[in-house]
Protein backbone atom coordinates (compact mmCIF):
# COMPACT_ATOMS: atom_id res chain seq x y z
CA UNK A 1 0.00 0.00 0.00
CA UNK A 2 2.22 2.89 -1.33
CA UNK A 3 -0.66 5.43 -0.34
CA UNK A 4 -0.38 8.79 -2.64
CA UNK A 5 2.65 8.94 -4.98
CA UNK A 6 3.69 12.02 -7.06
CA UNK A 7 6.32 11.93 -9.82
CA UNK A 8 8.78 13.57 -10.41
CA UNK A 9 9.86 14.84 -7.42
CA UNK A 10 11.80 17.81 -9.12
CA UNK A 11 11.45 19.69 -12.11
CA UNK A 12 13.60 22.41 -13.58
CA UNK A 13 11.01 23.67 -16.84
CA UNK A 14 11.78 27.09 -18.99
CA UNK A 15 8.59 29.17 -19.29
CA UNK A 16 6.78 28.39 -22.22
CA UNK A 17 7.10 24.88 -21.36
CA UNK A 18 4.23 22.25 -21.46
CA UNK A 19 4.74 19.46 -18.35
CA UNK A 20 2.32 17.14 -16.46
CA UNK A 21 2.80 16.42 -12.91
CA UNK A 22 2.04 12.50 -12.08
CA UNK A 23 -0.47 11.45 -9.04
CA UNK A 24 -1.60 8.29 -8.39
CA UNK A 25 -3.36 6.61 -5.06
CA UNK A 26 -4.06 3.36 -3.90
CA UNK A 27 -6.36 3.38 -1.78
CA UNK A 28 -9.70 3.61 -4.02
CA UNK A 29 -10.45 7.22 -2.94
CA UNK A 30 -13.03 9.37 -4.68
CA UNK A 31 -11.74 12.70 -3.79
CA UNK A 32 -8.27 13.81 -5.09
CA UNK A 33 -6.86 17.41 -5.38
CA UNK A 34 -3.96 19.66 -6.10
CA UNK A 35 -2.45 22.17 -4.31
CA UNK A 36 0.26 24.68 -4.60
CA UNK A 37 2.62 25.54 -1.09
CA UNK A 38 3.75 29.19 -1.43
CA UNK A 39 5.90 30.91 1.25
CA UNK A 40 3.39 33.35 3.24
CA UNK A 41 0.70 31.56 0.99
CA UNK A 42 0.25 28.74 2.52
CA UNK A 43 -1.28 25.57 0.52
CA UNK A 44 -4.20 26.88 -2.00
CA UNK A 45 -6.59 24.66 -4.13
CA UNK A 46 -5.65 24.31 -8.02
CA UNK A 47 -8.42 22.00 -8.83
CA UNK A 48 -10.01 18.94 -7.36
CA UNK A 49 -12.38 15.71 -8.12
CA UNK A 50 -15.25 14.30 -6.63
CA UNK A 51 -15.03 10.95 -8.98
CA UNK A 52 -14.13 9.72 -11.97
CA UNK A 53 -14.76 11.92 -14.96
CA UNK A 54 -15.84 14.73 -12.73
CA UNK A 55 -13.27 17.93 -11.43
CA UNK A 56 -13.80 21.46 -10.69
CA UNK A 57 -11.46 24.35 -9.87
CA UNK A 58 -10.15 25.44 -6.65
CA UNK A 59 -8.61 29.00 -5.44
CA UNK A 60 -6.54 29.18 -8.31
CA UNK A 61 -6.78 26.95 -11.28
CA UNK A 62 -5.65 29.42 -14.27
CA UNK A 63 -2.56 27.72 -16.12
CA UNK A 64 -3.27 24.90 -14.99
CA UNK A 65 -5.58 21.29 -16.59
CA UNK A 66 -6.66 18.40 -14.95
CA UNK A 67 -8.31 15.14 -15.74
CA UNK A 68 -9.87 12.02 -13.99
CA UNK A 69 -9.97 9.08 -16.59
CA UNK A 70 -9.67 6.22 -13.69
CA UNK A 71 -9.93 6.71 -10.13
CA UNK A 72 -6.23 5.72 -9.22
CA UNK A 73 -4.81 8.74 -10.95
CA UNK A 74 -5.27 12.65 -11.17
CA UNK A 75 -2.48 14.23 -13.27
CA UNK A 76 -2.08 18.21 -13.43
CA UNK A 77 -1.24 19.94 -16.79
CA UNK A 78 0.95 23.13 -17.26
CA UNK A 79 0.11 23.85 -20.78
CA UNK A 80 2.69 26.81 -20.81
CA UNK A 81 4.57 27.04 -17.80
CA UNK A 82 5.25 30.72 -16.27
CA UNK A 83 7.87 31.40 -13.34
CA UNK A 84 4.70 32.70 -11.45
CA UNK A 85 3.80 28.55 -11.64
CA UNK A 86 7.47 28.09 -9.41
CA UNK A 87 6.13 26.28 -6.40
CA UNK A 88 5.55 23.18 -4.29
CA UNK A 89 2.69 21.70 -5.88
CA UNK A 90 0.96 18.54 -3.46
CA UNK A 91 -1.65 16.07 -4.34
CA UNK A 92 -4.08 14.61 -2.23
CA UNK A 93 -6.96 12.08 -2.14
CA UNK A 94 -9.91 11.30 0.86
CA UNK A 95 -12.58 8.78 0.57
CA UNK A 96 -14.82 11.47 1.05
CA UNK A 97 -15.50 15.21 1.02
CA UNK A 98 -13.12 17.37 1.93
CA UNK A 99 -13.70 17.13 6.12
CA UNK A 100 -12.79 13.64 5.40
CA UNK A 101 -9.12 12.98 6.03
CA UNK A 102 -6.52 13.81 3.63
CA UNK A 103 -4.10 12.21 2.63
CA UNK A 104 -0.95 13.65 1.01
CA UNK A 105 1.61 13.16 -1.14
CA UNK A 106 5.24 13.93 -0.87
CA UNK A 107 5.22 16.76 -3.11
CA UNK A 108 6.84 17.83 -6.33
CA UNK A 109 9.20 20.89 -6.08
CA UNK A 110 8.57 23.16 -9.77
CA UNK A 111 11.07 26.12 -10.63
CA UNK A 112 9.84 27.72 -13.86
CA UNK A 113 13.24 30.00 -15.19
CA UNK B 1 -8.16 38.32 0.21
CA UNK B 2 -7.02 35.87 3.05
CA UNK B 3 -9.99 34.04 4.81
CA UNK B 4 -8.19 31.77 6.99
CA UNK B 5 -5.44 33.93 8.65
CA UNK B 6 -2.63 32.28 10.83
CA UNK B 7 -1.23 35.63 12.03
CA UNK B 8 2.06 34.24 13.80
CA UNK B 9 4.68 33.09 11.63
CA UNK B 10 6.62 30.70 14.10
CA UNK B 11 6.57 30.07 17.78
CA UNK B 12 9.08 28.78 20.15
CA UNK B 13 7.98 26.73 23.36
CA UNK B 14 10.38 25.03 25.23
CA UNK B 15 9.94 20.88 25.79
CA UNK B 16 6.59 20.19 28.43
CA UNK B 17 4.85 23.54 27.82
CA UNK B 18 1.88 23.99 26.71
CA UNK B 19 1.73 25.91 22.73
CA UNK B 20 -1.14 27.38 21.21
CA UNK B 21 -1.40 28.15 17.93
CA UNK B 22 -3.87 30.49 17.08
CA UNK B 23 -5.96 31.02 13.57
CA UNK B 24 -8.19 33.42 12.22
CA UNK B 25 -11.59 33.85 9.63
CA UNK B 26 -13.73 36.12 8.18
CA UNK B 27 -15.94 33.85 6.45
CA UNK B 28 -19.21 32.94 8.25
CA UNK B 29 -19.93 30.22 6.33
CA UNK B 30 -17.52 27.57 7.28
CA UNK B 31 -18.70 25.46 9.11
CA UNK B 32 -15.67 22.45 9.30
CA UNK B 33 -11.93 23.21 10.65
CA UNK B 34 -8.95 20.80 10.62
CA UNK B 35 -5.54 21.56 11.63
CA UNK B 36 -2.63 20.00 9.48
CA UNK B 37 1.01 19.20 10.36
CA UNK B 38 4.06 18.98 7.92
CA UNK B 39 7.60 18.00 8.45
CA UNK B 40 10.13 19.46 5.88
CA UNK B 41 10.15 17.62 2.31
CA UNK B 42 6.82 15.68 3.16
CA UNK B 43 3.48 16.35 2.19
CA UNK B 44 0.95 17.51 4.94
CA UNK B 45 -1.12 15.15 7.73
CA UNK B 46 -4.26 15.36 9.58
CA UNK B 47 -3.99 16.16 13.06
CA UNK B 48 -7.68 17.03 14.47
CA UNK B 49 -10.97 18.70 13.46
CA UNK B 50 -14.10 20.31 14.51
CA UNK B 51 -17.25 20.81 13.15
CA UNK B 52 -18.65 24.54 14.06
CA UNK B 53 -21.65 22.92 16.04
CA UNK B 54 -18.79 22.40 18.45
CA UNK B 55 -16.50 24.29 20.58
CA UNK B 56 -13.79 21.42 22.05
CA UNK B 57 -12.42 18.44 20.34
CA UNK B 58 -10.17 17.09 22.05
CA UNK B 59 -7.16 13.94 21.00
CA UNK B 60 -4.72 12.89 23.12
CA UNK B 61 -2.13 15.87 23.95
CA UNK B 62 -3.79 17.37 20.96
CA UNK B 63 -7.29 20.16 21.84
CA UNK B 64 -8.87 22.46 19.40
CA UNK B 65 -11.24 25.29 20.20
CA UNK B 66 -13.38 26.87 18.55
CA UNK B 67 -14.75 30.77 18.65
CA UNK B 68 -17.58 31.06 16.62
CA UNK B 69 -18.48 34.86 17.66
CA UNK B 70 -14.85 35.97 17.68
CA UNK B 71 -14.16 33.50 14.36
CA UNK B 72 -11.31 32.16 15.80
CA UNK B 73 -9.81 28.23 16.61
CA UNK B 74 -6.74 27.94 18.73
CA UNK B 75 -4.73 24.56 19.01
CA UNK B 76 -3.35 23.75 22.06
CA UNK B 77 -0.54 20.99 22.61
CA UNK B 78 0.19 19.67 26.15
CA UNK B 79 2.60 18.59 26.53
CA UNK B 80 4.88 19.69 23.80
CA UNK B 81 7.54 17.46 22.65
CA UNK B 82 10.53 18.08 20.61
CA UNK B 83 9.04 15.51 17.79
CA UNK B 84 5.87 18.30 17.22
CA UNK B 85 7.98 20.91 15.42
CA UNK B 86 6.71 21.24 12.33
CA UNK B 87 4.72 23.60 10.72
CA UNK B 88 0.78 23.82 11.35
CA UNK B 89 -1.98 24.86 9.09
CA UNK B 90 -5.27 25.66 9.84
CA UNK B 91 -7.92 24.66 7.17
CA UNK B 92 -11.93 25.40 6.77
CA UNK B 93 -14.42 24.52 4.70
CA UNK B 94 -18.10 25.46 3.21
CA UNK B 95 -20.57 22.93 2.28
CA UNK B 96 -22.32 24.67 0.21
CA UNK B 97 -19.21 25.95 -1.90
CA UNK B 98 -17.21 22.44 -1.41
CA UNK B 99 -13.90 24.74 -1.10
CA UNK B 100 -10.89 23.95 1.71
CA UNK B 101 -9.01 26.76 2.21
CA UNK B 102 -5.78 26.91 4.19
CA UNK B 103 -3.80 29.59 6.47
CA UNK B 104 -0.80 30.45 5.91
CA UNK B 105 1.01 28.17 8.10
CA UNK B 106 2.98 28.73 12.22
CA UNK B 107 6.56 26.66 12.74
CA UNK B 108 6.38 25.64 15.94
CA UNK B 109 9.78 24.97 17.54
CA UNK B 110 10.06 22.94 20.53
CA UNK B 111 13.00 23.34 22.26
CA UNK B 112 14.74 20.33 24.88
Known amino acids: NAGVTQTPKFQVLKTGQSMTLQCAQD?????MSWYRQDPGMGLRLIHYSVGAGITDQGEVPNGYNVSRSTTEDFPLRLLSAAPSQTSVYFCASSYGAFQETQYFGPGTRLLVL | DQQVKQNSPSLSVQEGRISILNCDYTNSMFDYFLWYKKYPAEGPTFLIS?????DKNEDGRFTVFLNKSAKHLSLHIVPSQPGDSAVYFCAAIYNQGGKLIFGQGTELSVKP
Open chain 2, 50 to 54: ISSIK
Open chain 1, 27 to 31: MNHEY
